[in-house]
């Protein structure tokens, strides 16, 4: 069985390194972050319950438009129970990226959303316009 890309890249950051990274990432705080990071957490608390942005966009807030990924492993990196929304962070299209995540946080993310009443399509989706966050529109 082949290994998935991130297990495959976790293994030549640990040979780089010489460190073991093979669980979640401590909790930073605000004097580790970099500018990017500070930023990403801002704009993700400011996103209002029974909305949703996407990484993207996140990115683009923060001054880096072509980083989403960077936005997916900084919000990877809280945990579950961190007090920051990141479950309101989705895919461009609307999906809950955290479901192909070995994690188990997909489920728990579309249960936070639906809390909150986003709705999701059939395709798991979330599936209104109206639940898509755009301060320069709705701030």
């Known amino acids: ?19 073991k ?23 993700v608390a400011q996103i209002p319950e029974g909305c949703v942005t996407s990484y993207g966009a996140v990115a683009a807030m923060a001054g880096q438009p072509r980083a989403a990924r ?3 492993w900084i919000l990877n990196g809280l945990g579950p129970d961190s007090d920051l929304p990141w479950w309101r962070v989705v895919n461009r299209e609307g999906a809950l990226s955290t479901m192909k995540l070995p994690t188990g946080t997909g489920p728990l993310q579309r249960a936070r959303l639906e ?9 798991g989706q979330v599936s ?3 639940f898509w966050w755009r301060p320069d529109l709705n701030p």
Not at 23 to 37: G, I, L
């Open 1 to 19: 069985m082949p290994l998935a890309w991130g297990v495959v890249a976790r293994k030549r950051i640990v040979v780089k390194l010489g460190k």
């Open 21 to 43: 990274i093979n669980q979640r990432p401590h909790q930073t705080t605000s004097a580790d972050m970099s500018p990017f990071q500070e930023s990403v957490h801002r704009i």
């Open 70 to 72: 960077g936005v997916g």
């Open 115 to 123: 809390e909150e009443g986003v709705i999701f399509d059939s395709e």
């Open 128 to 130: 209104e316009d109206r």
